[in-house]
């Protein structure tokens, strides 16, 4: 054999052997103690490092939940209880299953129902935008339109519809993270829990602008009317600074509110389809559509009323 | 009246945009062409159609089919590419290697990493490296100067700097090598009597482009001058030391690609650093380089390869030599 | 002739409105003004709705240390109390005024003698222009009795007024210097002594040499004001620009120019001070341009705070057929407006129309990484930078270490870049998410 080729091999094998030496001395040098079950946990976590339970991180978020004493507190939005589940089991603790959140947006100002006063013309961003003026239509309160809330979403749960100009979540998408919520500079998307069917009625508007104003803006706004507090038989519905706003823990989606506001600012979702109903009697397929025990329990409460 | 439009201060803007100083790039780079044209003739301009045709279609087709994003191919930064490399190319080379050179600068050297202003490298160097490396025969058959129009002719001639190379490894000095070549005078490269690449004819004609560059206000001065200095100051070094071995500053600085590189490829926006601090940093190591190379190095020719390595330092560049900031210097 | 040494910009100075003299405008039928004129907490409105006030009569008190008084521009009677949109469309408190008749406040000396001999002593003298509201009417309407009374220890070795003017179209200073020169030195040497008879530069560009003669000819009675030219480069007037080109120093990051002893006032502020001082006359008028090319009779005039923009606009010809954006200020840092019944303010030296073609920004590109806004940027920041940072999702101890929070939003950047990022839109937000970030640290 060439000797150029048995100087190489002793060369490569002395400079490996030596890396190897060192390489290991650091290792030793520098190790982390670290609790095992802390990969354990981050197993069990989704990943998507979107932030949503507080913590910096997925990583960030076992930490937590390795060093609780009480894991009651700390909640994955984005894996739910199933993940919450594992993850008690890994730690050897016990969770109480937590009612999924989704997102809402609480804007119905439509370019139909909102007209442009103004072109806006700068960096498509609700933070930009909003930091300059009070927005392209009459609306101080409402949605801004330049999808900053679409733009924080890691799940793909929020686009735009151009047609409205709105967001529109996507519920089986969305995780309840929060990161739209804190995105929107007007504060208007909310996190609630669903009813039973992913049924929700939500006031889809957040002017705090008097009546007058705020019906010259907007053809969909609350005026702060108070006719669906008045007509709320659970007292879920709270109206403060000209805005209705119905608690999602108190309602019992029984619509009345819906069939009472007179701008059409409050909306039900996914209720039946109600079929094609004369005008004339609005109130009696919302009627139907509510579940029996509700219905009995409005009964009641009149009753009593 | 329409909607008032309402948008964040300022309110005008100047008249710079992409095109506007890709559009410069181009004017600047008119009397190079032109003079290759009339050295090099037909085949010149052929080389430059299929380069540019062949840049603008690949960037077409990739951002059409392959990105489905908007296309910028009317930005004019494609055709700047097409033309510097068709500069940098023999005035004989076949057709193919131009389409071949161009597929690699545009497709491999730009838009694989982003398009415009993501690639770390001069796409056209790019190009023009690949082809010397894979095609060394195409890239290094020289032909020598002719007067306006001629077909090209079987004859070849060699590049001042591949002519000292060659002389030098037989054993010739300078003096000798320059004495049996009565053309190589620095009179004559500047007003254009090099063997070379297409765009490398005429040192006056790329002064005038750097000039017209400097007008415009598209590219600063501290780069190509740096690099001139460099060059300048370390030939003279060399050849004072070793006037048998090395050549003087004025040849370097005439010769090869150095006034079309250092005018052209190393003062690209994308590739090169941003602040004054930066860029003499990257005119030093490029000068410097191509030094190295050309005295010390097997190819004669050593600009592209000084540009390319000095690209790869801009994003560290970029990082640590910062603009002067008001507010920390001077105090009170 | 001197300019600051960072960065920069030179655009079109499209001073058109500069040969056009200073108009009185006529009061409108009613007034809107403003409780928020001037930076910090909006004043308290003391007069109710009927109450009869007079020209020059307080209406607003200041509501905390950076506060200002607000005076009634015209005589009639307080029609409301109410919040109403600012020109961005926000709510603020305004006194709505139905004017009846020109009645002055008898104090006030309409006569156009000039008063050089200062008399009164310094505190007086901070206390009157206190009273007066004056606040810096370059735009930025800091009040300007808290400017002249420099904290304890520290002193001011400069006064730099600031007739730079280099917002292009902007002529309102330009005509106040050539029209009342003395107006404007007097309320210079007002100003120096009080803060302890400091040296005083007035500062103008090139492009305005007769104001500059005008102002040389009323300074030869005062022999510690020196006249100062600028070159025609934008934004010498800048505070910390200015600073710059006429002493040499740099304010230190986070620093106040009192800290490098200066202190830098607007001559509009200047005029106001003499007349708040010499003539007993508040701050409720001011020269304000109407330009742009679109605009039929583009002029200065003299207006009453609280007029609306659109009566503003009817005297220079009207609303034209083209006009696209309307700007309160300049073009490189205007606001622009959002209301059109919004009412002047003690910081509108002009109403600026531009047409769509002027001012619609041209779609965004790749950055090539040109470097022009790193050249252009008089802080010697690198907006590409910045703006690379915060889109790739708030980098905030990066855009920090990368001095976000010294950028002073001239527009330079924006202005220059060929790509059309709109980097300062970028900047602005998220400078002010790094301030807050920084001022939360410094509270723990």
Redesign the interface.
Known sequence: MDSTILTTIAILTLVGIVVAVVLYFVAQKFKVEEDERIDKVEACLPGANCGGCGSAGCRDFACKLVAAPEIGSLFCPVGGNDVMQKVAQVLGQEVVAQKKMVAVVRCNGTCENRPKTNDYDGYASCKVKAALYSGDTGCRWGCLGCGDCVAACKFGAISMDAATGLPVVDESKCTGCGACASACPRTIIELRTLGPKDRKVVVLCSSKDKGAVARKACKAACIGCAKCQKVCPFGAITVENNLAYIDFNLCKLCTKCVAECPTGAIHKFNFPEKPAAPAAAPAAPVEKAAPAAVKAEVKAKEETA | MSKTIVSPAPHVHSEFSTVRLMRDVLIALAPAVLVSLYFYGWNALLLLVCCVATCMAVQYLIEKFMLKCSVTVMDCSCIVTGVLLALNLPPAAPWWVAVIGSIVAIGIAKMSFGGLGQNVFNPALVGRVFLLISFPVAMTTWTAPQSWFHSVDAFSGATPLALINEGLHSGSTVQEILAANPDLTPAQMLFARAGGSAGEASVIALLIGFVYLLCRRVIKPHIPVTIWITVAVMTGIFSLCNPAEYTGPLFNLFTGGLMLGSIFMATDYVTSPMTNKGMIIFGVGIGVLTVLIRFFGSYPEGVSFAILIMNLTVPLLNKYCKPVRYGYGRRK | MITFK?GG?H?HDNKIARTEAIDPLAPPTKVAISMAQHLGAPATPVVAKGDKVLVGQVIGEPAGFISGFVHSSVSGTVAAVEPR?DL????VPHVVIDVEGDDWLPSIDRSSTIVKDITLPREELLAKIKAAGIVGMGGATFPTHVKLNPPEGKKAEFLIINGAECE?YVTSDDRLMREKPDGVVVGAAIMAKVLGGCKCFICIEENKPEAMEAIQKACVTFPDIKVLKLKKKYPQGGE?QLI?AVT??????G?LPI???CVVQNVATAYAVYEAIQKNKPLFERVMTVTGQCVAGPRNLLVRLGTPLSYVLEAAGG?P???????S?G????????N?EATTQKGSSCL?L?T?E?????PE????????C??A??????P??LNKLARAGGRMDELEEN?IF?CI?C?CC???????I?L???I??NK?EVMKIIRSRAKK
């Open positions: 960072i910009v655009p949109a961005a469309g926000n709510m292009p910390k710059d040499g120093r740099q304010v230190p990051s620093a800290d490098t002893g609303v057929e083209n006009a696209a954006k309307f700007i200020g073009p490189m840092m205007g606001k622009a407006i959002a059109m600026l531009l769509e002027q001012t619609r920004r041209k590109g790749n950055c090539i990484r040109c470097g022009k790193t050249e940027c008089p802080m010697g920041l690198e590409w930078l001095k010294d939003e527009g924006l202005y220059t870049c060929p790509a059309n709109p300062l839109d970028v602005r937000v002010a």
